[in-house]
């Protein structure tokens, strides 16, 4: 299968700044992948869609809570995935996950945890107030 690993969450106060990284691998990775994105979980709450982007497209999708605030960019070359976030807020306090996606199914498809195939096993953003 797909391995995911996230790195680059931490502790920050509001108004910062944070850049997560998803670096993936395996012989399935290129085949498998459609696009890769981000999601988040806060305690006690739904997981939720942050941003995706397509691997060899030029799609790319943000949620409204954090379209223009939050910047995802992709390195081909390296399989990898960033997520820049800036003027952090305590809401977004959250495990972020990396997935990847294989293949859409209807239009709305980039922000459905259920079309997304591999999974990270997080890392912790804390933002403080």
């Known amino acids: 299968q797909v391995q995911l690993v996230e790195s680059g969450g931490g502790l920050v106060q509001a108004g910062g700044s944070l850049t997560l990284s998803c670096a993936a691998s395996?012989?399935?990775?290129?085949?498998?992948?459609?696009?890769m994105g981000w999601f988040r979980q806060a305690p006690g709450k739904e997981r939720e869609f942050v941003a995706t982007?397509?691997?060899?497209?030029?799609?790319?999708y943000y949620s409204d809570s954090v379209r223009g605030r939050f910047t995802l960019t992709r390195d081909n070359y390296k399989n990898m995935v960033y997520l820049q976030m800036t003027s952090l807020k305590p809401e977004d306090t959250a495990v972020y996950y990396c997935?990847?996606?294989?293949?859409?199914?209807?239009?709305?498809?980039?922000?459905?945890?259920?079309?997304?195939?591999?999974w990270g096993q997080g890392t912790q953003v804390t933002v403080s107030a």
């Open positions: 395996g012989p399935m990775f290129l085949p498998y992948t459609y696009a």
């Open positions: 997935a990847t996606e294989r293949s859409p199914a209807s239009s709305d498809w980039y922000k459905r945890a259920e079309f997304y195939d591999y």
């Open positions: 982007i397509q691997w060899r497209g030029t799609g790319l």
